[in-house]
């Protein structure tokens, strides 16, 4: 098993940074990729960014790509969301979520583990 675990959420303004960390612990040798969503109430959840967990590939949503980065730490097991002048719309509960699926992509239903979400919230 594989458990993740975010932080780093909190109220900032817009144009501000911050970064979100995801702890990965478990059986992390199994893992192929980590990623991050993000959910507003009633909509959709949606794919922020995702990494490879070995080796240096990763992968944004149009929607964040040249403000908002991934990296990670192996030997720290920790994945980070770097958020760079954020939007009033960036507003959400950000999920950490990790998977075994060889080569998952941006779908919510690839990841079969997540944690419990930290809160985003831009104001103006």
């Known amino acids: 098993q594989v458990q993740v675990a975010e932080s780093g959420g909190r109220t900032v303004q817009t144009g501000d940074s911050l970064r979100l960390s995801c702890s990965v612990s478990?059986?992390?040798?199994?893992?192929?990729?980590v990623a991050w969503f993000r959910q507003v109430p009633g909509k959709e959840r949606e794919f922020v960014a995702a990494?490879?967990?070995?080796?240096?590939?990763?992968f944004a949503a149009a929607s964040v790509k040249g403000r908002f980065d991934i990296s990670k730490d192996n030997a720290q097991n920790k994945v980070y969301l770097w958020m760079n002048n954020v939007k009033l719309e960036d507003t959400a509960l950000y999920y950490c979520?990790?998977?075994?699926?060889?080569?998952?992509?941006?779908?919510?239903?690839?990841?079969?583990?997540w944690g419990q979400g930290t809160q985003v919230t831009v104001s103006s």
């Open positions: 990494t490879r967990w070995i080796g240096r590939n990763s």
């Open positions: 478990g059986r992390t040798a199994s893992l192929d990729t």
């Open positions: 979520a990790a998977t075994k699926t060889r080569d998952a992509g941006v779908s919510r239903w690839e990841y079969e583990y």
